[in-house]
């Protein structure tokens, strides 16, 4: 049985998550009644014009009206296409970082604390969704459930809403930015986890602990900022502890259970 702070403590983060993702989709949902309502418009437009031009237009109205109405669909619903084009839900405005460098402190296990740096100017697509994440303390409760502890490739993967690699925050977001053209992260560096697609990046983060090699041919990885300080803490008391069960690619679970705890974040004056 998990201790009462512990329980009272993932109660809180399951329903700041809650809260969270009921004003993304509710952001959503107006989005796509705006796009149905477009598309609507079109197909009467395109039914007036049939009318007014005989049956052979109307045939060819018939096919376009189809084709806006799929591409209104695929808009609307995130799926692999859609990320493939452009962001999809409600993606918190690049403005948010203002191009400045922003500081603050990531807590894990209540016990390590990270400084960290988000940088506004080279990433400011990807640091104003951290921003905007931190002050509405949506990682506090997750876990970092990912570790890689190779001789070139070390470093602690968190951020997702589940906990297990899973979830976000209802939506994915592009482009790729401030990527190392090697394939080279440094120690230190917090770079945005994604899928396939460069508009898959949504909440989940990694922290290289160790200098890292990754493929750049699918391109690479958002470094959005860097830990300037607590490296030694989380190595002491959590990647050199090693991994729990590896796969094949040799990363798997960190030993360590390891929780978000805290996170702050401000615009450095």
Request: proline share 4%; aromatic share 6%; charged share 20%.
């Amino acid at each position: 049985m998990a201790p009462k702070n512990q329980s009272r403590d993932n109660r809180e983060a399951r329903e700041r998550l809650r809260l969270y993702q009921a004003r993304q989709g509710l952001h959503e949902r107006q989005r796509r009644r705006r796009v149905r309502d477009d598309t609507v418009g079109i197909m009467v437009l395109v039914l007036v014009a049939a009318l007014a031009t005989g049956s052979q237009l109307a045939f060819a109205g018939t096919h376009r009206s189809a084709g806006a109405d799929a591409s209104a669909s695929a808009t609307a619903t995130p799926t692999p296409s859609a990320s493939a084009a452009g962001n999809t839900g409600d993606v918190p405005s690049k403005r948010i970082a203002k191009g400045a460098t922003w500081t603050g402190t990531l807590t894990l296990n209540k016990t390590v604390d990270l400084g960290i740096e988000l940088d506004g100017a080279a990433a400011p697509q990807a640091a104003s969704v951290e921003i905007d994440l931190i002050r509405k303390q949506f990682y506090t409760g997750t876990t970092c459930h990912r570790l890689a502890d190779g001789a070139d490739l070390r470093f602690l993967q968190c951020g997702s809403a589940n906990g297990d690699g899973t979830g976000d925050a209802g939506f994915q977001y592009g482009p790729l930015e401030n990527v190392p053209a090697d394939g080279k992260y440094a120690t230190g560096d917090i770079a945005i986890a994604r899928g396939a697609s460069p508009y898959s990046q949504s909440t989940q983060f990694f922290i290289v602990y160790g200098d890292t090699t990754l493929d750049g041919s699918t391109g690479g990885y958002t470094v959005v900022g860097k830990v300037t300080s607590g490296l030694d803490a989380l190595e002491s008391t959590i990647t050199s502890k090693g991994v729990q069960d590896p796969g094949a690619d040799g990363t798997g679970k960190p030993k360590v259970a390891t929780t978000i705890t805290g996170a702050t974040i401000r615009e450095e004056q």
